[in-house]
């Protein structure tokens, strides 16, 4: 049972545009959001969180909004820049589990 | 600067052998996890610890054990390794429950 789903396996978006990548997920107990983004051969690093009593939350050019009602939340990069490439996973958490359950990412391209 | 590293980075091992994955964090951190990334399934947890002496299973645990004698390391055993345990491997660490978990690098496990 995926508890975190990312639909999208792969998005390609211009330089300087917008990317946006969603995450739905279905049990209503997770306290804490995160997104991770990953490059090849490396560990995935930490990019940006959202706790659930908030519905935004922003850091430079990485915002996530989250919609507890209808159990989703997206990443939205502007600019994006070639930089940004990378394979990214939504992750959530409860308080009493302790535990991230992860999406299984979405890979995302800027392209120039 | 505090950092998390697993070694080996790569191992090629057969069928049925004993194989020791290691994790060593200088965060000085309580909770340690190890995870799995396999196409398909983003990142599944392992074994996760809470403290030194302390383990407990995730999701996908079979064929898997753990032992944490110290706070900086949690290595990770394969009993009798089995060549769906080919995957890659992370390890990580967190200060507590609401804190992001920082990953190393991961080992790429191939079992012929």
């Known amino acids: 049972d995926q508890q975190v789903k990312q639909n999208s396996p792969s998005l390609s978006v211009q330089e300087g545009r917008i990317s946006i990548l969603n995450c739905d997920y279905t049990n209503s107990m997770f306290d804490y959001f995160l997104w991770y983004k990953k490059y090849p051969a490396e560990g995935p690093t930490f990019l940006i969180s959202i706790s659930s009593i908030k519905d935004k939350n922003e850091d430079g050019r990485f915002t996530v909004f989250l919609n507890k009602s209808a159990k989703h939340l997206s990443l939205h990069i502007v600019p994006s820049q070639p930089g940004d490439s990378a394979v990214y996973f939504c992750?959530?958490?409860?308080?009493?589990?302790?535990?991230?359950?992860f999406g299984t990412g979405t890979r995302l391209q800027v392209t120039l | 600067d505090a950092e998390i590293t697993q070694s080996p980075r790569h191992k090629i091992t057969e069928t049925g052998r004993q194989v020791t994955l290691a994790c060593h964090q200088t965060?000085?951190?309580?909770?340690m996890f190890w995870y799995r990334q396999d196409l398909g399934h983003g990142l599944r947890l392992i074994h996760y610890?809470?403290?030194?002496?302390?383990?407990n299973k995730g999701e996908v645990s079979d064929g898997y054990s753990v032992s944490r004698s110290n706070t900086e390391d949690l290595p990770l055993t394969l009993e009798s390794a089995a060549s769906s345990q080919t995957s890659v491997y992370f390890c990580a660490s967190s200060e507590s429950w609401d804190q992001p978990q920082h990953f190393g690098d991961g080992t790429r496990l191939s079992i012929l």
């Open positions: 610890s809470y403290g030194v002496h302390d383990t």
């Open positions: 965060w000085n951190h309580n909770n």
């Open positions: 992750a959530a958490i409860t308080g009493t589990a302790s535990k991230l359950t």
